[in-house]
């Protein structure tokens, strides 16, 4: 591996020296844990994706927990998701002692279809947990109407997509929304987690939960715990709140350059942007054909030779990991397009550090491969 230099990674952290002035004067202030930057984050965020209430935290993972316990779930409730996803989902689930249900995604989106969702409900199910993979939302209309039908919570994970919508509205105003602000994630702050709701009650619940129930100096009102995040972290991510836009404008960019310089190769199967939808391209993901004269790890491998990272997200199911399989409280249901796409998945550099030359040249290398 030594001499593989990767010169354009799948990911880098887009930090200024607006973050340097803002941490230095974090710093200075001697007020290192939850402060005033801390709700500055939260206002900024809230307004960002025009969802009222934001209540930040010490990651996505906890985020989900939290969530979903202030949401009433517990042992015995069922919550249904999908296997196509970052382990972080399943482990939140258990965390609060309740069951999971997975049940299979589509082609389009990749993300849980609501067609399957029906079925999977049943006596025990109480909250259906969609995952918005790679920056494009589930269809939440759909997913709403049977949450609606079903008396169901709805808790987005929405860890990949800040300020993706659907039909104009933001991951994070359909249900409780739950984003990762870890550093290879669209908004960074090293470490963090963003909880967002319209419900003034959930909101309130979640700012007791974090902070021991406290709402005054030892004054308890709840059972809580400690989720609070610093001042350093909300210092790293505020400037990069204020690019944004243009964040996911060049995002954006590099993945319609991209999609074109590929749309003559038949074996690669490019992503796209369903109607409706805004798409905030965490991850630019293709699908290798079945015929395609490489397989997807040895593509891989190939690109990493020439200096062009990738990921796979995610090579493996969550339920065909051992540890899942066949423990008593994870349900799977045939997930054969789930299955499929972890097979035939590459993630290709398009965030906001890679030029357009770049995106030439990962194009270059990709029309070079031959049998
Ligand atoms: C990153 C991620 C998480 C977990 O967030 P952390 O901040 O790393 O705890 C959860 N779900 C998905 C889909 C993610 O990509």
């Known amino acids: 591996m030594g001499s593989m230099t990767i010169r354009i990674p799948i990911s880098k952290p887009l930090l200024g020296p ?31 994706i025009q969802v009222e209430h934001v209540v930040a935290v010490t990651n996505g993972t906890l985020a989900l927990e939290a969530a979903l316990r202030v949401g009433g779930i517990g042992p015995g409730d069922e919550v249904i998701t999908t296997p196509f996803t970052f382990v972080a989902t399943i482990n939140a689930i258990l965390a609060t002692g309740a069951l999971v249900r997975l049940v299979d995604i589509n082609y389009q989106d990749f993300n849980i279809d609501p067609t399957h969702v029906g079925a999977a409900v049943n006596r ?23 949450a609606v039908k079903n008396d169901l919570l709805v808790v987005e994970d929405a860890a990949q997509s800040h300020a993706a919508q659907i039909n104009g509205i933001s991951a994070g105003a359909w249900g409780t929304g739950c984003f990762s602000l870890y550093a290879t994630k669209n908004l960074t702050s090293g470490e963090g987690g963003l909880i967002a709701t319209n419900d003034a009650d959930t909101a309130h619940r979640l700012r007791l939960y974090r902070n021991h129930g406290m709402v005054e100096r030892y004054n308890y009102q709840a059972v809580g715990t400690n989720l609070r995040m610093t001042d350093l972290q909300a210092a790293v991510c505020i400037p990069q709140m204020l690019a944004y836009p243009r964040i ?35 991850q630019y ?7 395609a004269p490489i397989g997807r790890d040895d593509l891989a491998k190939h690109l990493a ?21 066949g423990h008593p ?17 590459l993630s290709l550099p398009i965030h906001p550090g890679v030029a357009p030359q770049e995106i030439e040249v990962i194009s270059q290398v990709l029309h070079e491969v031959r049998p």
């Open 124 to 146: 025990k199910t109480r909250c259906l947990l969609p995952v918005h993979l790679y920056g494009q939302m589930a269809d939440m209309a759909s997913l709403n109407d049977l």
């Open 305 to 325: 030779r020439r200096g062009i990272g990738t990921g796979v997200y995610y090579p493996r199911l969550v339920h065909e990991y051992r540890i899942f399989q």
């Open 18 to 48: 607006e973050v340097e002035d803002l941490v230095v004067s974090v710093l200075r202030s001697g007020n290192l844990a939850q402060g005033p930057l801390v709700e500055r984050l939260e206002d900024d965020f809230s307004k960002l």
């Open 285 to 291: 993901t293709i699908l290798i054909s079945q015929d």
């Open 329 to 345: 409280r994870v349900f799977k249901s045939e997930t054969p397009i789930a299955s499929d796409v972890s097979r035939r998945c």
């Open 248 to 282: 996911v404008s060049t995002r954006q960019r590099n993945a319609h350059l991209l999609s074109q310089l590929l749309a003559d190769i038949p074996w690669i199967q490019t992503p796209v942007e369903l109607p409706k939808r805004k798409h905030v391209w965490h």
